[in-house]
């Protein structure tokens, strides 16, 4: 059998016909995606259930803050997009560099809303000013998971350019980092409108 035929036998062989990395990060995706879900749903049950629920997001800086980290993150989906069909490999690369800056550029403003929040408005994880307690611990949970998830696709998107620059990796590890990092962005979407827009100051 030659090398041809030996390749053909093994791409049918893989499950589904989908490679395995690629069928990981699907699994990996649909079961983070429950988590999320599960989060956000509760998040929802609870504010809807409270009379009392905080609405403490001025236009100024929160929302505002919060929609310039939406764009950031809208981009960074265009850049990795542009990774993915890239065909040379410096310009690959380049578009990496760029998500990650995004991502970056994301985890920043996010902390830096944080420290607005804790700082000048005195709401932490177990305490606010309407003495709704849960009301910290669901707001920094869910945001908090998310950052992390974004701090991680950065680091992970460095060790693919790195492994890609060095031949390691190839466009299908590309391809896959995609698939993450499109997830997280898509996650945003829905925690920005049920997070902040719904909880904007009258």
């Given at each position: 059998m030659n090398h041809s035929a030996v390749a053909a036998t093994t791409a049918v062989a893989t499950p589904l016909g989908i490679?395995?990395?690629?069928?990981?990060?699907?699994?990996?995706?649909?079961?983070?995606?429950?988590?999320?879900?599960?989060?956000?749903?509760?998040y929802t049950y609870l504010r809807m259930g409270s009379a009392q629920w905080p609405a403490p997001f001025e236009f100024s800086p929160s929302i505002v803050f919060s929609s310039v980290m939406?764009?950031?993150?809208?981009?960074?989906?265009?850049?990795?997009?542009?990774?993915?069909?890239?065909?040379?490999?410096a310009r690959i690369i380049r578009w990496l560099a760029a998500t990650m800056l995004?991502?970056?550029?994301?985890?920043?403003?996010?902390?830096?809303?944080?420290?607005?929040?804790?700082?000048d408005m005195h709401i932490t994880p177990w305490s606010n000013p309407w003495n709704e307690p849960l009301f910290g611990a669901?707001?920094?949970g869910i945001t908090?998971?998310?950052?992390?998830?974004?701090?991680?696709?950065?680091?992970y998107l460095g060790i693919v350019a790195l492994g890609?620059?060095?031949?390691?990796?190839?466009?299908?590890d590309v391809e896959v980092a995609g698939l993450y990092w499109?997830?997280?962005?898509?996650?945003?979407?829905?925690?920005?409108?049920?997070?902040?827009?719904?909880?904007?100051?009258?």
């Open positions: 490679p395995s990395k690629k069928l990981g990060m699907w699994l990996f995706v649909v079961s983070d995606a429950l988590t999320f879900a599960t989060l956000l749903i509760c939406t764009l950031v993150l809208l981009t960074s989906s265009l850049t990795m997009v542009a990774a993915v069909h890239a065909t040379e490999p995004c991502g970056a550029l994301f985890v920043g403003l996010h902390l830096t809303e944080w420290r607005h929040l804790i700082r669901v707001f920094f908090g998971l998310h950052m992390l998830h974004v701090t991680a696709g950065v680091i890609f620059s060095s031949r390691r990796f190839n466009r299908d499109h997830f997280v962005d898509l996650v945003w979407m829905f925690v920005f409108p049920l997070v902040y827009l719904m909880s904007v100051k009258p």
